[in-house]
């Protein structure tokens, strides 16, 4: 049980550490990282790749946005398998829409709470 959770950890510690190398050592802006991240999960999950690394790392595989990526790829994979062609555009927002709701609650309730300041 407990290496459950050390693996969880080195594995999103190491998808984290390469985003950070990324930022430090290239001219890639965070955000063209971030969105790498879902494009290489979308790939990974699509042909199947990223599946193993789900049920080894658990959380340290599904929280980064690989793992949203690969979440995208699942829904339009099981959405085209029971609806055709229009489950690739409903497919992915099904499968993710419940982290999604979840990510603007929070941003809501953080806005809601925080005392927002000048930057300057």
């Known amino acids: 049980m407990l290496t459950d959770y050390l693996w969880a950890f080195l594995v999103g510690g190491a998808i984290c550490a390469i ?5 430090d050592y290239t001219k890639l802006t965070p955000a063209r990282i971030l ?3 879902v494009v290489i999960g979308v790939i990974l999950g699509g042909l199947g790749v990223y599946q193993p690394l ?3 790392a ?3 595989a599904s929280i980064p946005l690989t ?3 690969a979440l995208l790829a699942k829904g339009v994979k099981e959405a085209v398998a ?3 062609l229009f489950g690739v ?3 992915g927002l099904t499968a993710s829409a419940a ?3 979840v990510a603007i609650f929070a941003a809501l309730l953080t806005a809601l709470l925080a005392k927002s300041k000048d930057k300057s």
């Open 19 to 23: 985003g950070q190398v990324l930022i």
């Open 35 to 37: 969105v790498s991240y």
């Open 54 to 56: 789900l049920d080894f």
């Open 58 to 60: 658990g959380a340290g």
């Open 67 to 69: 793992g949203f990526g």
């Open 82 to 84: 029971e609806q055709g």
């Open 89 to 91: 555009f409903s497919g």
């Open 99 to 101: 982290g999604i709701a």
